[in-house]
T-cell receptor, first 116, second 116 residues
Framework: AQTVTQSQPEMSVQEAETVTLSCTYD???????LFWYKQPPSRQMILVIR??????QNATENRFSVNFQKAAKSFSLKISDSQLGDTAMYFC?????????????FGQGTILTVHP | ETGVTQSPTHLIKTRGQQVTLRCSSQ?????VSWYQQALGQGPQFIFQ???????GRGNFPPRFSGLQFPNYSSELNVNALELDDSALYLC???????????????FGPGTRLTVL
C-alpha cells in the first residue's frame, strides 16, 4: 500500500514571497503519478500540478513548480510570488499507473495562509 | 464544458438512516471516483466506477455502495449511518483511455453529510 506524508500542518508566507510545501511518499511501484491539489475555503479541489514518475524533468505551471526526488521519494511544491488567492489547504497525492486511474492516495494536507 | 456537480450540498441524517448522494461527471468523462474527507484531513478513496462496474474499492465496509448510470453519472449510497460517517463526500470524474490527461481527476464541490 502507498502512503503520503505531509509533515507541515500549517505554513504562512507574505504576499509576493516564495514558499515550499513538503511531501514524502512510500511505494514499491515504478509507474506512478504525483499531484498537488489545492482546496480553498470554498472546498472545491483543484489540480495545481502533476508529475509523471518516469519524467526526470520537474513539472512547472506558471508560479508553481515541483522538486521531484524519485530516489528520496520526495515531492515538494514551490509557490513563487505568492498571492492572497493561494490561501488554501494543499494536498499531495499519489496514483499508481496502469489501471488505477482515479485512485488517489492523499496526504493529510498543509494549510497555507498568504498574508498581505 | 460542464464541470462535475454534486447534490445535495448539505444533508443531515440520524444514526441508522440511509443516504444517497449524487454526482454528475464532467462532460466526456467515463469514470467516477468517490472520496470521504473528514474534517481537517485528506480525502480517502471509497471506490471507483468505470463503465457502470465497480473498478476498485478502498477500505470501506459494504454498507457503502454505489452505482454508475449509462450517462456516467453516479450515486453513493450509505446504509446504517454511523456518527463517524459525518464528512465531506467528494466525487471526481476522469476519462480513462483519454491520452496524456487521462489521469487527471476533476472534483465536484462535495456534499457535506452530518450524522446526528
Amino acid at each position: 500500500a502507498q502512503t503520503v506524508t505531509q509533515s507541515q500542518p500549517e505554513m504562512s508566507v507574505q504576499e509576493a514571497e516564495t514558499v515550499t510545501l513538503s511531501c514524502t511518499y512510500d511505494t514499491s511501484e515504478n509507474n506512478y503519478y504525483l499531484f498537488w491539489y489545492k482546496q480553498p475555503p470554498s472546498r472545491q479541489m483543484i489540480l495545481v500540478i502533476r508529475q509523471e514518475a518516469y519524467k526526470q524533468q520537474n513539472a512547472t505551471e506558471n508560479r508553481f513548480s515541483v522538486n521531484f526526488q524519485k530516489a528520496a521519494k520526495s515531492f515538494s511544491l514551490k509557490i513563487s510570488d505568492s498571492q492572497l488567492g493561494d490561501t488554501a489547504m494543499y494536498f499531495c497525492a499519489f496514483m499508481k499507473g496502469g489501471t488505477s486511474y482515479g485512485k488517489l492516495t492523499f496526504g493529510q494536507g498543509t494549510i497555507l495562509t498568504v498574508h498581505p | 464544458e460542464t464541470g462535475v456537480t454534486q447534490s445535495p450540498t448539505h444533508l443531515i441524517k440520524t444514526r441508522g438512516q440511509q443516504v444517497t448522494l449524487r454526482c454528475s461527471s464532467q462532460s466526456g468523462h467515463n469514470t467516477v471516483s468517490w472520496y470521504q474527507q473528514a474534517l481537517g484531513q485528506g480525502p480517502q478513496f471509497i471506490f471507483q466506477y468505470y463503465r457502470e462496474e465497480e473498478n476498485g474499492r478502498g477500505n470501506f465496509p459494504p454498507r457503502f455502495s454505489g452505482l454508475q448510470f449509462p450517462n456516467y453519472s453516479s450515486e453513493l449510497n450509505v446504509n446504517a449511518l454511523e456518527l463517524d460517517d459525518s464528512a465531506l463526500y467528494l466525487c471526481a470524474s476522469s476519462l480513462v483511455g483519454g491520452g496524456p490527461s487521462a489521469n487527471e481527476q476533476f472534483f465536484g464541490p462535495g456534499t457535506r453529510l452530518t450524522v446526528l
